[in-house]
């Protein structure tokens, strides 16, 4: 056998095996950064969805016609206590450690204007249709909307990143 064939055998070898490492490292990359992407999906889906739960069990308990400390006390278990153990502030804490810093700051204040919205509730005199209840309510909704615009737009691969 002559020496060009054996180099020529040897150069196709080494670009298989190199071929075969760089396209395995590049789907174990794909892969990671799927499943990253699939855990940051689902920890914004709770988080989402505990605040809306949180805010529809904290009018029911303002609507049910209690007052003075039991509506307190109503307005704030409906708040904290989900059956489904996933309170916003404990979801908030996930989005924390999983979503990047200006997601988790949006989301924090997001948070905290429901929380806000929970200590208007708690009064006796205010009403859905009250101008601090409205104020409230409508700036959590208006900042509700952002978030989900930063989530949806830190859940899309690089390339297809809206601006």
Request: cysteine-free.
């Amino acid at each position: 056998m002559e020496w060009g064939t054996l180099a020529v055998a040897a150069v196709g070898a080494v670009f298989g095996i190199g071929a075969t490492v760089v396209t395995d490292a590049l789907r174990s990359r794909r892969e990671r950064e799927q499943r990253w992407a699939d855990a940051k999906r689902v920890t914004y889906a709770r988080f989402l969805a505990a605040l809306a739960q949180a805010h529809s069990r904290m009018t029911v308990a303002a609507a049910s016609g209690l007052a003075g400390s039991a509506r307190v006390r109503a307005v704030h278990d409906a708040f904290l206590n989900d059956p489904q153990n996933t309170d916003p502030k404990a979801v908030l804490r996930e989005v924390a450690i999983t979503a990047p810093d200006h997601v988790h700051q949006v989301a924090e204040s997001v948070y905290e204007q429901l929380r806000t919205a929970r200590d208007v509730l708690e009064s006796d005199t205010v009403t859905f249709e009250a101008p601090e209840y409205q104020r409230v309510i409508y700036a959590f909704f208006a900042d509700l909307e952002v978030l989900q615009r930063l989530m949806r737009s830190d859940l899309q691969p690089p390339t297809d990143r809206r601006s």
